[in-house]
């Protein structure tokens, strides 16, 4: 399942990336989107093109188009 498909306040755990590794990829990294690292899904805007995510403690706003490369799993 990739990450824009994910219920609000659910415990999710990131289980890779799919496509190549490129900036967008490192940069998610560089913010703590790691493969194994647990999120949570805290809000999505009316048109559910923004998410707003929680990861290590903080809360990240995405584009939706950029969290279908996310893929994740439930815990």
């Known amino acids: 399942m990739t990450m824009n498909e994910c219920k609000e306040n659910i415990l999710y755990k990131i289980s890779g990336f799919s496509g190549e590794v490129d ?3 490192r940069r998610f ?4 989107l790691v ?3 647990k999120i949570r899904i805290c809000g999505k805007s009316l048109q559910k093109k923004v998410f707003l995510i ?3 403690g903080y809360l990240l706003s995405v584009r939706a188009s950029l969290l279908k490369k996310v893929q994740v799993e439930k815990c």
Request: without cysteine; aromatic residues 0%; glycine residues 16%.
């Open 54 to 56: 929680e990861v290590r």
């Open 35 to 37: 493969e194994g690292e």
């Open 23 to 25: 900036n967008i990829s």
């Open 29 to 32: 990294m560089e913010l703590g």
